[in-house]
């Protein structure tokens, strides 16, 4: 089985390691807040608190076992260069990190990182072609089990926040944006409210996409 570590337990790195670690994989996540650690141990198996620009805790891990290291700490540049430096240096066999912004993706790339993605500019530009096409409500599969789709907001959605729908626990899918009156919200807060009209962008199981579209 394949092993991911995700260095940074944010919003972009817990999508990705509750992704991951949905479709069967082992993920070790890992974060210096003890209280997201906690937070987060119930839904990804395996947490850490630690420091990741640690070059002792990294060689602890033995980083060459795992199939891809995500280093999840856009906003802390310097954190991010020393953890990606360390990870090259470690032998790890692909690393993709999050940047802020092109510049900081530039840096990263030349220090090793294999891939760089700006998460609200990459998940913007998707989203942005799936709002002018046609297709616009058509699953976007990526993989055998797994697709991106987007929905009308349900009417019991109306007037509550995200925090409040809790969409991943009750319905077994993350939210990914949601476009209200032409604006688009990437990558939307906890205390982002459901409006009336609301189109909501969802990445989930097939079959958790299906009933959601049947919500009322």
Known sequence: MKSFI????GRFGISVAQTLYDMGYEVLGVDADEKIVN???????HTVQADITSEEFLKSMDIKRF???VVSV????QVSIMATVLLKELGAKFILAKAQDDFQGKIL???GADKVILPEKDIGIKVGHNLAAESFFDLV??????????IESPPSWYGKNIGQLAARTKYGVNILAVKCQQKTNVMP???????KGSIITVLGKNDD???LSTLE
């Open 141 to 150: 599969e990526i993989s055998p089990e797994y697709s991106i789709t987007s």
């Open 74 to 77: 856009g906003s802390n540049i």
């Open 6 to 9: 995700v260095l940074g337990l």
């Open 109 to 111: 790339q030349k220090l």
């Open 67 to 69: 199939a891809a290291a």
């Open 39 to 45: 937070e987060y141990s119930r839904h990804i198996v």
């Open 189 to 195: 807060g906890a205390g982002t409210v459901i409006e």
């Open 209 to 211: 996409l299906e009933k």
